[in-house]
């Protein structure tokens, strides 16, 4: 039972491109959050909803946006995809936003921009 | 502002050796601080986590943690190592609503 999932994989796609990427997580979690990894390995989060609500808005290109559509579902889109998007994106969700809440993350989406 | 330090970014390790992985922070309020593990290819694991209370955490695998103030550190320890234990691991400090995360730390296992 895949806690939280995410698809595609695997995104390569060209500059200028727009997509988007799905998370879905059947926790029963409130609460639900986008990281980007890069290169380095490097883990920045990005946005984060509560009840559907956007709660945290870090500084990111407007390129992104994320849309969730309900509480167990948050997706993101990017327009006008960039080289320095290439990164491993992740969900992740938790119950609730206290402070001892774990976040369970999905496996990840390699987008590739070439 | 808070942040977190991990000191060392690769970590070799001959299997059933000790290991320890090293994490300072910063932060002028309550410290609620995560250990998180990344096998290759995967998504992040909880180790453990420190909220309050007994310094000396314990989490899974047989990984245990230290919190300790004086010295706004919360390094990780395992007394002997597996090759299974090669990964990618991830101190972070929890903080209006966030985990920022440390730099990460590579521990690769030798036979």
């Known amino acids: 039972d895949t806690a939280v999932s995410q698809t595609p994989k695997y995104l390569v796609t060209q500059m200028g491109n727009d997509k988007s990427i799905k998370c879905e997580q059947n926790?029963?979690?409130?609460?639900m959050y986008w990281y980007k990894q890069d290169s380095k390995k490097f883990l920045k989060i990005m946005f984060s909803?509560?009840?559907?609500?956007?709660?945290i808005n870090e500084t990111v290109p407007n390129r992104f946006s994320p849309k969730s559509p309900d509480k167990a579902h948050l997706n993101l889109h990017i327009n006008s995809l960039e080289l320095g998007d290439s990164a491993v994106y992740f969900c992740?969700?938790?119950?609730?936003?206290?402070?001892?809440?774990?976040?369970?993350f999905g496996p990840g989406t390699r987008l590739t921009v070439l | 502002a808070q942040s977190v330090t991990q000191l060392d970014s690769q970590v070799p390790v001959f299997e059933e050796a000790p290991v320890e992985l090293r994490c300072n922070y910063s932060?002028?309020?309550?410290?609620?601080l995560f250990w998180y593990v990344q096998y290759p290819n995967q998504g992040l694991q909880l180790l453990l986590k420190?909220?309050?209370?007994?310094?000396l955490v314990k989490g899974i695998n047989g990984f245990e943690a230290e919190f300790n103030k004086s010295q706004t550190s919360f390094h990780l320890r395992k007394p002997s190592v597996h090759i299974s234990d090669t990964a990618e691991y991830f101190c972070?400090?929890?903080?209006?609503?966030?985990?920022?995360f440390g730099a990460g730390t590579t521990v690769t296992v030798r036979a």
């Open positions: 992740a969700s938790s119950q609730g936003v206290g402070t001892g809440n774990e976040q369970f």
């Open positions: 420190y909220l309050s209370g007994s310094t």
């Open positions: 926790l029963g979690h409130d609460t």
């Open positions: 909803y509560n009840n559907k609500e956007l709660i």
């Open positions: 972070a400090l929890f903080n209006d609503y966030k985990l920022s």
């Open positions: 932060s002028s309020v309550s410290v609620y």
